[in-house]
């Protein structure tokens, strides 16, 4: 019997039509939760968003018309719809798009509530990881984009459209899933790469240019001004197949904890910077830029306990303590500072100091060490998935920050991926580069075990940061196995080996983004 290889039908709306006879949009949506009850609505026109969903399809506007979720009793409560079974493949990548709000008038005075659209598969017993999320809020409609991958062919699949409080009502307008397209992507990519990082080359013999007619002239790129890195640590670098790796693909690197507050003073009063230092050395060996990351660590469960025992005014003078350390002993020795990691996931020092602690630490850091660029650093940004992390809030912040005086002088993605899908991952890059800073990705990863999916991940990201004219630079979050945070994240084996995921995006930086 001949074997029927199955297609993927990139850009195609998933979600199942309903019975003809019902009303046209609501049909095909049931209402999850007892109370709750789903009626269609048409927006006012001057509600309905202007704007396009990024890259979804040609011709797409806002139809204005969409269902309500009202009744609902919990946040498990919402509506769910069927997706086309048959058109679900394993290890494809699926999109989530369209708009989502809250009813007018509910809960708290423009209150903002996350809203999250799932998928759940055979019978609803899984909801499988990925799918999205955003903070939504009354009276407007937010973009909700996000992404979901299988591992195996599911009997059957929903989404699930969910999470705002008891009594709040929820909208959907336009929803769509489908797959996304990536090889299209990346031939879109090709000509705006070639505008962000190519130049001409204009070769200029002078008086000698008469004798050499019919000569051959060979032009070989040497090296890329786009830098990438590795994070290290202490056991990486003894291993000599690691340090080949760093040696030849890496232009830049930074510690993976050596420099976090909780490693060099574990112990009140008690400052140890040999792993550091010895770290710092082995880069200026190799002639590697460091990033510092990081002067203070914004989430909770990553301060010190002898830190937390302080009371208000000594934790400020520990603060101070630690920038006066730190700033002066490495003054000029770190080109960029994470001044005070995940802030938006983060608040222990605004909590204990007052609102203004944030950007006293970037004031005194630029002080200490005016030479350094200073980054704000967080996670899940550039995904779309996690509504404490939008470009929105991240651009807030940094203007926050600004407004009392801190130095903000570059944005750093941390890139601990999953499932990218690179229109998200360019808006996101749009946002951030109306505020005129630099971005880098500065702990990129995929926790992928198929190596090939891996490799794509990766080019999917590495491909959309080297086509932005904002992006300024990349660091892995480690590369080797054994040596990573994440699992099934690796680019090399343990004896240096590189796999597919290192040849598809260390290995060829000089030439293979510009493809």
Same mark, same amino acid.
């Given at each position: 019997? #001949?074997?029927?290889? @199955?297609? &993927?039908?990139?850009?195609?709306? =998933? ?22 009850? =789903? ?17 979804? #399809? ?16 919990? @946040? ?5 719809? #069927? ?37 759940? &598969? ?6 499988? /990881? ?12 937010? *973009? ?29 307008? /336009? ?11 990346? $031939? ?5 790469? /070639?505008?962000?990082?190519?130049? /001409? ?47 030849? !693909? ?7 904890? *050596?420099?976090?507050?909780? !490693? ?28 510092? !990351? ?25 603060? $101070? ?14 080109? !960029?500072?994470?001044?005070?990691? *995940?802030? =938006? ?45 939008? %470009? *929105? ?21 941390q890139g601990h991926v999953t499932n990218p899908v690179g229109e998200i991952i360019c808006d996101a890059l749009d946002k951030l580069a109306t505020t005129d800073l %630099?971005?880098?990705l500065t702990e990129l990863d995929v926790s992928e075990s198929d190596v090939d999916l891996r490799a794509e991940d990766l080019e999917v990201v590495l491909r959309e ?5 904002? &992006? ?31 040849? $598809?995006?260390?290995?060829?930086k000089l030439i293979y983004y510009s493809r």
């Amino acid at each position: 019997m #001949a074997c029927t290889q @199955e297609v &993927v039908v990139f850009g195609v709306n =998933l979600l199942e039509s309903g019975a003809p006879e019902d009303d046209g949009l609501v049909a095909g949506w049931a209402a999850v939760g007892p109370c709750t009850a =789903l009626s269609a609505r048409d927006e006012e026109p001057a509600k309905v968003p202007t704007e396009t969903i990024n890259d979804v #399809a040609d011709g797409y506007r806002p139809s204005g018309r969409y269902v309500l979720a009202s009744g609902r009793a919990g @946040e498990a409560d919402g509506l769910r719809r #069927a997706l086309k079974r048959a058109a679900l493949r394993p290890r494809v990548t699926y999109r989530v798009a369209g708009w989502v709000g809250l009813g007018d008038g509910d809960g708290d005075e423009g209150a903002r509530h996350a809203v999250r659209v799932s998928l759940r &598969v055979d019978g609803g017993c899984v909801v499988v /990881d990925g799918g999205a999320v955003v903070c939504a809020e009354p009276g407007r409609w937010t *973009e909700i984009k996000g992404a979901f991958r299988l591992k195996e062919s599911p009997r059957d699949a929903e989404v699930y459209v969910h999470g705002a409080p008891a009594g709040v009502d929820v909208k959907v307008m /336009d929803l769509q899933v489908f797959a996304t397209d990536r090889r299209a992507r990346f $031939r879109k990519l090709r000509k705006k790469t /070639d505008k962000v990082r190519k130049r /001409d080359v204009v070769l200029n013999f002078g008086s000698a240019a008469s004798g050499i007619s019919g000569a051959s002239i060979r032009v070989m790129q040497m090296d890329s001004s786009f830098p990438f890195g590795t994070c290290i640590n202490t056991n990486v670098i003894q291993n000599p197949g690691f340090v080949d790796f760093f040696a030849k !693909h890496f232009d830049w690197a930074v510690f993976e904890n *050596e420099l976090k507050w909780y !490693h060099t003073e574990a112990q009140q009063g008690q400052l140890n910077y040999s792993d550091s230092d010895a770290l710092l050395d082995f880069c200026d060996r190799y002639g590697k830029p460091v990033r510092g !990351h990081c002067i203070f660590w914004a989430v909770a469960n990553t301060v010190q306990q002898w830190v937390k025992n302080l009371d208000d005014d000594q934790l400020a003078s520990a603060v $101070r303590a630690r920038l006066q350390s730190l700033l002066t002993r490495y003054a000029g020795r770190f080109p !960029h500072y994470d001044v005070n990691n *995940e802030m =938006l996931h983060g608040s222990y020092y605004q909590d204990r100091l007052g609102d203004d602690i944030n950007a006293f630490m970037f004031r005194e850091a630029a002080r200490l060490d005016p030479g350094a660029t200073l980054f704000v650093n967080d996670y899940n940004v550039e995904g779309g998935s996690d509504p404490n992390a939008t %470009p *929105e809030k991240y651009i807030e912040q940094i203007s926050a920050l600004q407004q009392k005086g801190a130095a903000v002088g570059g944005i750093g993605l941390q890139g601990h991926v999953t499932n990218p899908v690179g229109e998200i991952i360019c808006d996101a890059l749009d946002k951030l580069a109306t505020t005129d800073l %630099p971005v880098w990705l500065t702990e990129l990863d995929v926790s992928e075990s198929d190596v090939d999916l891996r490799a794509e991940d990766l080019e999917v990201v590495l491909r959309e940061a080297y086509a932005h004219p904002a &992006v300024e630079g990349v660091i892995f979050w480690g590369c080797m196995q054994g040596h990573m945070w994440r699992q099934d994240a690796c680019l090399i084996d343990a004896d240096g080996n590189v796999n597919d995921a290192g040849e $598809r995006s260390v290995v060829p930086k000089l030439i293979y983004y510009s493809r």
